[in-house]
């Protein structure tokens, strides 16, 4: 079954304006990670955010956790067209004597110029 | 600049067919990943290995199996190709350290279409 369910899951912009994307999980994690993936391509990772941090910034993309709500959101500043893409969230989890990585089913972005 | 290569991007096979999909990682990971992903449902989990010659079922291993000969190669074999195998399969590495916590890292994908 899906840890993470993302929301939207379509989200159309302008380019400049800002996207946020959600994501709601379960069960307790270790981390959570986000990835993006462009058309027909493999998964990229973005930035891992630990269960004890709340926020996290990685040039435009700022990542906030609240594990009291079993949420998480990306936020990307300023969109550019190159930014159309699919973004997943992957929660991470001890299960079973490994570390477990499940991911949602993903936001599909398109920044308009 | 790390590296996960599938050895195929597209492939066409008939239902019954033996089919093999390999990937490569040059990353000297522990760990390794075989996930398939159809729309709205995300990436599923088929089988991973933590060692050579280990392997572990994820969510969906039906109808699949795996060999890890080597560390380096991680290879998916679908025993007879059915129709609703037809997916794009993810070949994934990690390192099994936490320094960065357990991303991994894709190849590109394979394009599967079972006719």
């Known amino acids: 079954s899906q840890q993470g369910e993302e929301d939207p899951q379509a989200l159309s912009i302008q380019e400049g304006e800002n996207a946020t994307m959600n994501c709601s999980y379960k069960?307790?994690?270790?981390?959570l990670q986000w990835y993006r993936q462009n058309s027909g391509r493999g998964l990229v990772h973005l930035i891992l955010?630990?269960?004890?941090?709340r926020e996290k910034h990685s040039g435009r993309l700022r990542v906030t956790l609240d594990t009291s709500k079993k949420s998480s959101s990306l936020l990307i500043t300023a969109s550019r067209a190159a930014d159309t893409a699919s973004y997943f969230c992957?929660?991470?989890?001890?299960?079973?004597?490994?570390?477990?990585?499940?991911f949602g089913a993903g936001t599909r972005l398109a920044v308009h110029p | 600049d790390v590296k996960v290569t599938q050895s195929s991007r597209y492939l066409v096979k008939r239902t019954g067919e033996k089919v093999f999909l390999e990937c490569v990682q040059d990353?000297?990971?522990?760990?390794m990943f075989w996930y398939r992903q159809d729309p709205g449902l995300g990436l599923r989990l088929i089988y991973f290995?933590?060692?050579?010659?280990?392997?572990e079922k994820g969510d969906i291993p039906e109808g699949y199996s795996v060999s890890r000969e080597k560390k380096e190669r991680f290879s998916l074999i679908l025993e007879s190709a059915s129709t609703n195998q037809t997916s794009m399969y993810l070949c994934?590495?990690?390192?099994?350290?936490?320094?960065?916590?357990?991303?991994?890292?894709f190849g590109e994908g394979s394009w599967l279409t079972v006719v």
């Open positions: 990353m000297d990971h522990e760990n």
């Open positions: 290995s933590y060692d050579v010659k280990m392997k």
């Open positions: 992957a929660t991470a989890y001890f299960s079973g004597g490994y570390n477990k990585l499940i």
């Open positions: 955010i630990r269960s004890n941090e």
């Open positions: 069960t307790s994690i270790n981390n």
């Open positions: 994934a590495s990690s390192s099994r350290g936490q320094g960065r916590g357990n991303t991994i890292y």
